[in-house]
């Protein structure tokens, strides 16, 4: 449960019904209109006023005793070829990042789940920021709500792919995942949500038994240890021979296919030779390959393959049997990548400009 001053107004926002009948039942009212102030908050109602089935009395308590949480929105990018725009939210010296695509199957929100990110991805704009803090359950709602909002369409698949490292945040996660998934809200289906992680093991089994219905991803990059150390901190402690284990063990499991987002980075994993261990490692597994020409942040010094390139190693990965597809690029005319808005906002210190 949340910590509150004395005199501090409770927010809303990332409360389960539960919990929303019980503030209801606090405030003196009927357990049933918790329900109703949770299905209003899920609509993305701003104020009580817009509560207009509630008694005017009770949207007069309401407005003393709660406040519906929000963030400030501090710069909207719009890419004029595909619609996808980015929002970053927060204040100067924080920030976040939630990217809005189109897709011939639905809207789909990118979401962050950290101010920032711990796991140092050598490619990544996220990690050059440092990490600041974990998101609450409420800030990731908050992002689908503003994001609809801006946009006046509705979000219905999530990605956990933003700012973040999801399984280092994971009682907010699931938390949020369930506050989506609540059918007296927004009652999106599981298999609407893609959670990704850079490979923390333990925390994959538990999501794996919690959530056997949301899409995993795992952001592989690299298929031997060394290499992929050097890339990513965090095989150090979770390397690929367990991670992969882990992963095969959870398609057993869950009976779902697992995705493995593999960036192509120009002349460090995108040779032949890289390309058949990766084949050699994933056959037989229930899995998709998805490839990425990485989107090359300034700083890192590495550049993505070309997409020529890329639908050649796709091409040689589904010759091995192995379902590959090269990840439409969206929103290379602004700065798409994990982490790059905010990381360019630093580097100028520019200010909104929408
Ligand atoms: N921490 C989680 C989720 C956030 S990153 C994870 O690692 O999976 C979402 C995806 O974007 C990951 O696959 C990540 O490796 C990738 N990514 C980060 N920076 C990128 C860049 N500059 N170009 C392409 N992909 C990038």
Redesign the pocket.
């Known amino acids: 449960m949340e910590t509150r001053k004395a005199g501090e107004k409770r927010d809303l926002l990332g409360m389960t019904i539960e919990e929303m009948k019980a503030f209801a039942t606090e405030l003196g009212e009927k357990p049933f209109r918790g329900k109703q102030i949770f299905q209003w908050v899920h609509r993305g109602a701003a104020s009580f006023d817009e509560m207009t089935d509630l008694p005017k009395k009770l949207r007069e308590k309401l407005e003393k005793e709660a406040r519906i949480g929000s963030l400030a929105l501090l710069e909207v990018q719009e890419d004029p070829e595909d619609g996808t725009r980015k929002f970053l939210f927060g204040t100067a010296e924080e920030g976040i990042e939630s990217v809005f695509m189109q897709y011939s199957y639905g809207n789909t929100l990118c979401v962050s789940t950290q101010m920032g990110?711990r796991?140092g991805?050598r490619?990544?704009?996220s990690a050059l920021g440092g990490f600041l803090r974990d998101l609450t359950a409420g800030e990731m709602l908050a992002q689908v709500l503003a994001a609809e909002r801006q946009t006046g369409q509705t979000i219905n698949h999530i990605v956990?792919?933003?700012m973040?490292?999801?399984f280092d945040n994971y009682e907010n996660v699931s938390r949020f995942l369930r506050l989506m998934h609540a059918p007296e809200g927004r009652n999106m289906s599981w298999r609407h949500m893609t959670v990704?992680?850079?490979g923390l093991i333990p925390v994959m089994k538990r999501f794996g038994e919690d959530f056997p219905q949301v899409n995993l991803?795992i952001?592989l990059?690299r298929i031997d240890d060394e290499a992929r150390s050097q890339l990513m901190p965090v095989n150090r402690k979770y390397p690929v021979k367990e991670l992969l284990a882990a992963a095969r063990q959870y398609t057993e499991k869950t009976g779902r296919r697992i995705t493995f987002?593999y960036?192509l980075i120009r002349g460090e994993n995108d040779r032949p030779e890289d390309v058949s261990s990766l084949c050699a490692a994933l056959k037989g597994m229930l899995c998709h390959v998805n490839l990425?020409p990485?989107?090359s942040?300034e700083e890192t010094g590495l550049a993505g393959s070309s997409r020529k390139r890329a639908g050649e190693i796709a091409k040689q990965l589904e010759d091995a049997g192995i379902p590959a597809t090269v990840r439409r690029e969206l929103g290379t005319e602004i700065d798409g990548?994990?982490g790059q808005l905010r990381l360019r906002r630093g580097r100028t210190g520019d200010k909104l400009n929408r």
């Open positions: 990110c796991m991805c490619f990544c704009a956990l792919m933003g973040g490292e999801p990704s992680t850079s991803a952001s990059h987002e960036a990425i990485l989107n942040v990548a994990c």
